[in-house]
């Protein structure tokens, strides 16, 4: 199990919590964002700048039992049918 979070357009105080949740159970906290954005976490994955690349490269990314942070409902769809194994 791993915390895919949606870096493009995550507030900074949900990411926080997201890596204070992953250090108090030992999940690792896993970052996508496009390559316009300076993250420097030891699990960050940057893409490029084209459009829905983050989302792709988190489908990609996910699998069942992982628990993904995104505000996009359409990623979010598709992450729960992959990941519930719908």
Excluded at 56 to 85: P, S
Aim: charged residues 20%.
């Amino acid at each position: 199990m791993i915390i895919i979070v949606d870096a493009d357009a995550c507030p900074k105080d949900v990411l926080i919590i997201c890596m204070k949740m992953g250090h108090q159970y030992s999940i690792q906290v896993w970052t996508v964002a496009s390559f316009n954005h300076h993250i420097e976490l030891d699990h960050h994955i940057a893409v490029g700048g084209d459009s829905q690349e983050t989302d792709q490269k988190m489908i990609n990314l996910a699998e069942k039992g992982d628990v993904a942070v995104t505000q996009d409902w359409g990623l979010a769809a598709m992450l729960l049918a992959k990941m519930l194994d719908l």
